[in-house]
């Protein structure tokens, strides 16, 4: 196991050293700092929400001691979830960026084709209906070859995921990356900024795109009855196994025809896909189709290895949040604590998923609670 020094293990406030204090400064006693590194760590080692941390934090106050400053010994959740409730998210997020480098380039190196999913999901007991409020819909950015979160944004509704999604594209680093949204995200403006950032599109087609998607598939069938006679196209099959389930997954990938439906208003609009999935489990046999359209040249390896992650952040990051980090539980309604939870639950699976060992996340989280050695091995991840 790794070593770590005091350095290493207080190392993440140098994110925070910008970060404006949102308390009064009347009676403030506990520092900044030391009420992020405590949140960090309580929420990596299993608690959900302000209540938990502060009980992981007395738990654990002989510790903490060993590298916090503490002037006024551990601070109450209360005291947390005020500051929680008080932090700006974009601001708070923010912190996290040179953290999140430091994750992308110094782990596993220039990762190729890197694949980034952008995708939505609703925090389902975070609804507030004295004050009308539904539940807080979030939509997160997902390097899915690395396993880390890079960015998220709230809104209110799903219905305003198409306007966020501009704005979370302009918080992340694109070049060179496949950038894949569900059929939310098939909208023009999207495709054009994530071509001026440097990186491609593949974006999934469905009735929100009602001529164009009828079109690409209208164009797919009659190829396919003449068994792409006219056309050139690549193929490719690859069969997967889990959770007693069978999956077969056939890739088709064709230029995109000139008579698609304003085709040239979608920039750099190159090719069109479709996925054939079919499910085994239990006997019972389903099938599901997928139609996209790319900025990526013919190559269905790289389109079905898009594809492929696209789906990877429903498994990898919103299956752990539900499951793991029992995300839909919550029952924090201020809007700016519930935003700031989620991050920091995003960001501790961004820091469990890149150790090296063969448990699960979910174990990885328990050891993370059961031994303070382990927690500091993950904080200190970027340092090994």
């Not at 979910?362 to 993950?378: I, T």
Request: glycine share 8%.
């Amino acid at each position: 196991m790794q070593v770590v020094t005091h350095d290493d293990a207080v190392s993440m406030l140098e994110y925070f050293d910008g970060l404006d204090d949102p308390r009064s400064s009347i009676n403030r006693q506990h520092l900044l700092g030391d009420l992020i590194v405590i949140s960090v760590c309580g929420v990596l080692a299993g608690a959900d929400g302000p209540k938990a941390i502060g009980v992981w934090a007395r738990t654990h106050a002989e510790w903490l001691k060993k590298y916090l400053e503490l002037p006024h010994g551990i601070p109450s959740h209360d005291t947390i979830g005020r500051l929680l409730a008080a932090l700006r998210p974009a601001a708070f997020q923010a912190c996290f960026e040179q953290w999140i480098a430091s994750l992308r380039q110094g782990l596993d190196g220039d990762v190729t084709d890197e694949v980034i999913a952008i995708d939505g999901k609703a925090l389902r007991r975070s609804h507030n209906r004295k004050k009308s409020l539904g539940p807080l819909f979030l939509v997160s950015a997902w390097s899915v070859q690395r396993g880390i979160s890079l960015g998220q944004l709230a809104t209110e509704e799903k219905s305003n995921e198409i306007t966020a999604i501009p704005a979370l594209i302009d918080q992340i680093e694109l070049n060179n990356a496949i950038v894949t949204i569900d059929a939310a995200g098939c909208q023009k403006n999207i495709a054009a900024k994530i071509i001026n950032k440097g990186g491609d599109y593949l974006l999934a087609l469905k009735g929100n795109q009602g001529n164009l998607h009828q079109a690409v598939m209208d164009h797919v069938i009659g190829q396919m009855e003449n068994d792409f006679a006219t056309t050139t196209v690549d193929r490719y099959v690859e069969t997967m196994k889990g959770h007693g389930r069978e999956d077969t997954v056939e890739y088709f990938h064709l230029p995109a025809p000139k008579t698609l439906p304003d085709a040239s208003l979608w920039k750099e609009l190159r090719t069109i896909g479709v996925a054939v999935r079919t499910s085994l489990q239990s006997g019972k046999e389903t099938t599901d189709i997928r139609f996209f359209i790319s900025s990526l040249s013919l190559g269905v390896r790289r389109f079905a290895a898009a594809g492929r992650g696209h789906w990877r952040i429903e498994n990898s990051l919103h299956w752990c949040l539900d499951v793991t980090f029992r995300e839909d539980d919550s029952r924090v309604r201020d809007r700016f604590a519930a935003d700031n939870l989620a991050w920091l639950k995003r960001f501790a699976i961004s820091l469990l998923k890149q150790q090296n060992d063969k448990e699960s996340i979910a174990m990885r989280r328990r050891m993370a609670g059961w031994n303070v050695d382990y927690l500091m091995q993950v904080l200190a991840i970027k340092t090994i």
